[in-house]
């Protein structure tokens, strides 16, 4: 079975984020890159496959050389192969249109992305792969079974959950449940050792884009918080009802 | 004609929909044109429509799936000069399926309505709400999906004429199971969110946190620790890479306020923190805070909750 892991490469989560000068792009200045957390889910449980049934691993990001360490951390952890799709990630349609040509030159059972990435929160990318494959795409993906050409595959919609079955391949836009936190691995001497030496292919992607990334600006910093005493929590209610009018 | 997208569960509309109806009107407003809402839900609910600003109510029969609708959606756009979808767990399929299909421009988690029309240019979270994005969809149909309560729900009445309208599109995925709790409000799109964390010091003490949830018409949720030992469903985990939620009100118990924690709640229009730590971060992001144990602050919020909703 051939499972193609989409990683994206994101500022870690503890990360203070901030803009270059002219506001018109994050300032990667003193931010640690990770695999954006989501498909790290999606790269372990592609781990629980091959070890489960056997499997090639693929792990694949569109973007610059710079994006290469985090490829190679995937490699660590496990994956067999990594493709970096040499182009600037303008917006997530292209981004989709790039990978979905990765798919369309190589035979793919299992496509695994995260539903999100926490740089850009778009929730676009998976869904427009499956879309331009026609392939079933399955978000929010907390639990998937793969039996034979098929998959049973649960995600969580508004106020609960949901089951689906579909033929492979497929496209998975997944999350924590996908495997659990503590199922999450951190590569080994040997596994850092090994990743020097696996295939790490460079393809040329798509150029254009749909949308423009105008400007970027921080949330205006709250005013101090105004505390109440522990014994007065009535106050705390008449705050709520007259001042900020939240209930 | 701006198009919107308006679910609907067993023919019932949920709070996101109308608002996705709003959302639709204003900008149709500001581009001087009119909105024309696409719905599953029966002719005789779906009239309703015109209150929040329909001028056209087009009912059909939907696919059951995100994809399958997002399919159908891509038949039915037309000429229209932008498209409205709620962001709720279905919004976040149709929303990037149309696009890749009508290769239009599309903004997720937008948080605002256009501030612009030529070309149309929005305000969305990015970098978990550590930033705010402002994208120009300038190549292609433009899309929008908000955030469920980031404009909030305005009557305006609208021409509401009702037709019917086919358009194809089929699933792709069998649909084994689908179950929802029923009585409790669903976390994205909840006005106001109880959550707590590891100060609970167990499971067995989350009763007084859905007490509270639910004398303020509340849903519960929880930090990412509380979630990861199990203590809670990891539906409730809200933060960076949890659930991220904008409600009116935010009251976090026992949660200290870590980074990620934030990055999911400070889109939050008031947050109140409780917490025996004054140094706990939490105090720095909220609007109001207690210091103070837990377990005696809130059975007592619980009663002055109370005796303010016998009042008013």
């Known amino acids: 079975m051939n499972i193609l892991v989409c990683i994206s490469h994101a500022p870690d989560t503890t990360a203070k984020i901030n803009f270059t000068a002219d506001n018109s792009a994050l300032d990667p200045a003193g931010v640690q890159f990770v695999i954006n957390p989501y498909d790290e889910f999606g790269l372990t449980k592609a781990l629980h496959i091959k070890e489960a049934q056997g499997a090639t691993i693929t792990v694949l990001n569109v973007g610059g050389p710079e994006t290469e360490p985090t490829l190679r951390k995937a490699l660590a952890i496990g994956a067999d192969q990594a493709v970096r799709i040499n182009a600037t990630p303008t917006d997530a349609i292209t981004v989709a249109k790039s990978i979905k040509n990765h798919i369309q030159a190589n035979a793919y059972d299992l496509i695994i992305c995260g ?133 | 004609m701006i198009i919107v997208f308006v679910e609907s569960w067993n023919n019932q509309f949920k709070k996101a929909s109308f608002e996705a109806v709003s959302y639709a009107r204003s900008w149709a407003n500001t581009a001087g044109c009119g909105v024309r809402a696409i719905t599953s839900a029966s002719a005789e609910n779906a009239s309703q429509l015109a209150q929040y600003g329909a001028d056209e109510i087009a009912t059909l029969e939907l696919a059951q799936t995100g994809a399958g609708i997002g399919a159908q959606l891509a038949g039915l756009v037309g000429d229209a000069q932008g498209v409205v979808v709620a962001g709720t767990a279905v919004g976040k399929i149709v929303a990037p399926t149309l696009a890749a299909l009508t290769s239009g421009a599309l903004s997720t988690n937008t948080t605002g309505t256009p501030t612009s029309t030529s070309p149309v240019m929005v305000e969305r979270g990015a970098f978990s709400s550590k930033g705010i994005e402002t994208i120009s969809l300038n190549n292609g149909l433009p899309i929008i999906s908000f955030v469920p309560n980031a404009i909030g729900i305005k009557e305006e009445a609208g021409a509401g004429t009702m037709t019917s309208a086919n358009a ?105 923190a409780i917490n025996t730590d004054p140094e706990a971060p939490f105090f720095k992001a909220a609007d109001y805070g207690i210091v103070g144990d837990a377990f005696e602050v809130v059975p007592q919020l619980i009663e002055e909750l109370r005796a303010f909703k016998a009042a008013n």
């Open chain 1, 115 to 247: 539903q999100e990435s926490i740089d850009y929160n778009g929730q676009q990318v998976p869904a427009m792969v499956a879309t331009f494959l026609d392939l079933p795409f399955v978000n929010a993906c907390v639990g998937l079974d793969i039996n034979g050409g098929s998959a049973t595959a649960k995600a969580e919609i508004d106020g609960g959950h949901a089951s689906y079955s579909c033929s492979l391949p497929m496209v998975v836009g997944g999350k924590k449940g996908l495997v659990e936190e503590k199922d999450l691995r951190i590569p080994n001497m040997r596994g850092i050792m090994t990743a020097r030496t696996k295939p790490l292919a460079v393809e040329e992607g798509e150029g254009g884009s749909h949308t423009v990334a105008v400007s970027f600006a921080k949330p205006t910093a709250k005013s101090a918080v105004k505390l109440v005493p522990a014994d007065q929590v009535n106050e705390l209610v008449r705050l709520l009802h007259e001042e900020s009018k939240s209930i």
């Open chain 2, 168 to 272: 194809a599109g089929a699933d792709k995925l069998t649909t084994n199971e689908v179950s929802v709790a029923s009585g409790k409000v669903a976390l994205p799109e909840a006005e106001i969110v109880v959550s707590a964390g590891r100060g609970l010091k167990g499971p067995e003490n989350w009763g007084m946190i859905e007490e509270l949830a639910d004398v303020l018409g509340a849903a519960t949720a929880c930090s990412k620790p509380v979630s990861d030992i199990g203590w809670r469903p990891h539906s409730e985990h809200v933060g960076q890479t949890g659930i991220q939620v904008n409600p009116n009100l935010y009251i976090a118990v026992g949660i200290s306020g870590a980074i990620q924690h934030l990055a999911g709640v400070s889109a939050s229009k008031t947050i109140v």
